[in-house]
């Protein structure tokens, strides 16, 4: 058995370990005695898996309308769907982690009203803490699709095998040694937006200074090494420029943000996914043609004629649109209807 990722010293021994801690993984992909369709299905959007989306406890009929073929038990079963997986931690720093996500949790509760900054945590270590294992666990686990650069994710390796566990301690303690320094980040969150909205986890592969992630109802950046620039996404950058940026020194303050910061970004999220989606659709098209011994590839008229079909098929019910097999039997009858 390998060794723990984060102390290195104990056999990984621990199965079913979450890459992102259940408290904000069950906001965004949780289907506990709803009944709106859309609250529970959860994304990830990737540059190294694009074709991954995913809800991780979704209900099958979503997750096909997403993945466009059946997820089986055995699929699930063998762990295909990402951000829990096996043999990555110790027991121990398991537990420790679910220490420090145990007492962050707590802080969910707070409220407070949109465009005004909140202290969060007094305790700014232990939110350093528990931001500093999401990132890091996002970067290591197989299927996140983000990745830190490996000095960083080495960095925040170092920090969370010495630190982890670390309770009484002294901000002054903390400061020797440097390693703490220079970390930074800040963050926005639209308060109790997953109550009547679904919510995504997103890693913007693209940009890495700072570090861009959307988990749940938060907007975070984070950066190391260096002063913290844009994302690049207007309405955000505007908000994190008046907002507070938090170390492990500096107590933790939030900016709470209107929704409407949140449905931009989702927004920007679908339109990507429907791209990747149309443009997948339009490969199986020409693969489907030329097997069937047409020639190069089918025309963009078809092709358009196509994926109207399928989403404007509103007789489908809504575990069946989107399947495979409702998209076999679209493509089939156009290209028959055309001499395919
Ligand atoms: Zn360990």
Redesign the pocket.
């Known amino acids: 058995m390998k060794n723990?990722l984060?102390?290195?010293?104990?056999p990984?021994d621990k199965t079913g370990s979450h890459i992102i801690p259940h408290f904000l993984l069950k906001r965004i992909d949780n289907e506990d005695g709803s009944t709106k369709r859309d609250k529970e299905m959860g994304f990830l959007l990737s540059e190294f898996h694009p074709s991954s989306y995913f809800g991780r406890a979704t209900k099958p009929e979503t997750l096909e309308k997403v993945y466009g073929e059946e997820v089986t038990e055995e699929r699930i079963a063998n762990n295909k769907i990402p951000l829990v997986e096996d043999n990555i931690?110790?027991s121990?720093?398991e537990k420790r982690l679910g220490e420090i996500e145990s007492q962050y949790s707590e802080t969910i509760k707070h409220k407070c009203k949109p465009n005004n900054n909140y202290q969060n945590l007094e305790d700014s270590f232990l939110a350093f803490i528990f931001w500093t294992s999401i990132v890091w666990r996002l970067s290591i686990a197989q299927k996140s699709g983000f990745k830190l650069n490996i000095s960083d994710e080495e960095r925040l390796q170092m920090i969370l095998s010495q630190f982890l566990s670390i309770k009484n301690y002294d901000l002054d303690d903390l400061k020797k040694g440097g390693i703490l320094e220079n970390i930074t980040y800040k963050a926005l969150r639209s308060i109790d937006y997953s109550d009547g909205k679904s919510t995504v986890l997103f890693c913007h592969p693209d940009i890495q200074n700072p570090y861009f992630f959307v988990i749940d109802e938060f907007i975070l950046t984070f950066s190391i090494e260096k002063s913290i620039s844009q994302t690049g996404f207007e309405s955000i950058d505007d908000e994190f420029s008046n907002c507070e940026i938090n170390s492990a020194f500096s107590g933790e303050f939030i900016r709470s943000v209107e929704p409407k910061i949140i449905d931009g970004i989702q927004e920007y999220f679908y339109s990507e996914l429907s791209k990747r989606y149309l443009l997948n659709l339009s490969k199986e098209i020409d693969i489907i043609h030329q097997r069937l011994g047409g020639r190069g590839l089918l025309s963009m008229s078809i092709k358009e004629e196509i994926a109207k079909r399928i989403i404007n098929d509103d007789e489908q019910p809504s575990g069946v649109k989107y399947t495979l097999k409702h998209k076999a039997r679209i493509i089939f009858e156009v290209l028959k209807k055309y001499g395919g």
């Open positions: 723990c984060i102390c290195n010293k104990n990984a931690f110790c121990d720093c």
